[in-house]
């Protein structure tokens, strides 16, 4: 048990299965990512499935039974990786369009979990039998198919590294940004005041805070009615 006050320091594990993990491992160590492992916030490791294949030709798909085009991944591999990686507090999440949408409130549960295992399909995706025993929740980035689904596991992984805290460095941009206020964001500019004639708007010179404060809530109420009436119309934004 704790005795002091000091928070314990939340940190969270991604392990990402994947037949093309050399996609993300510079994603893994730049930006913030990286600096986010370096300060041991979080720890992501891309494994080739293809290395948990036994056969000699380490086969991680097969065609489908019942006909149809494509191939479906081999659920050995999956299982054998799972099995070997997987710990009693661990959450296995499987990227498909067909899952559930990726939001900041779904990111929010994920950064509860202390390791992720994240299986990303490739080809017409993974057998049924993976999903139906191994997975606990499968999640989609968007309404739209990409060829394989590292790319998603690693927006996954940047999405929910963002509410750990001290991650970003600045606990502010967090409850500023676009959809924590459920609005869109407001314009953002820097120096200088005048760029081949395009000047940054009065008020953010003026030094005035309430005032800038005034016309960056009224932009982002502008722009949210402009493309995501929606949100409007939901009526829970609180700001
Ligand atoms: N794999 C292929 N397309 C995907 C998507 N939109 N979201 C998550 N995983 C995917």
């Avoid at 294949?53 to 081999?74: Q, R, S």
Wanted: net charge negative; hydrophobic share 35%; aromatic share 8%.
């Amino acid at each position: 048990m704790r005795v002091d006050s000091t928070p314990a320091v939340m940190h969270i594990e991604f392990d990402l299965l994947t037949l093309f993990p050399q996609m993300v491992e510079g994603f893994f160590t730049s930006s913030m990512l990286g600096r986010g492992q370096r300060n041991g916030l979080i720890r992501a490791s891309a494994h080739d499935l293809r290395s948990w294949a036994t056969d000699k030709h380490h086969k991680t798909d097969e065609i489908p039974y019942g006909g149809g085009a494509g191939m479906v991944m081999k659920p050995e591999p999956i299982f054998a990786a799972v099995e070997e990686l997987r710990r009693p507090e661990t959450k296995v999440v499987y990227m498909a369009p067909d899952g559930e949408p990726l939001t900041s409130q779904l990111a929010r549960e994920l950064v509860q979990e202390k390791h992720l295992i994240i299986l990303s399909g490739h080809y017409e995706g993974v057998d049924q039998r993976v999903r139906d025993s191994l997975i606990d929740r499968e999640v989609s980035i968007g309404d739209y198919v990409l060829t394989n689904g590292t790319l998603a596991a690693a927006v996954l992984i940047d999405c929910v590294s963002r509410f750990i805290p001290g991650f970003l460095g600045d606990e502010k941009s967090l409850t500023e940004e676009s959809f924590m206020t459920t609005l869109l964001g407001f314009p953002q500019y820097t120096r200088p005041a005048d760029f081949r004639g395009m000047r940054v708007p009065e008020v953010l010179l003026s030094g005035n805070h309430a005032a800038i404060e005034k016309w960056r809530h009224e932009q982002q109420l502008e722009k949210t009615r402009d493309r995501r009436p929606d949100i409007l119309e939901n009526g829970d934004h609180h700001k």
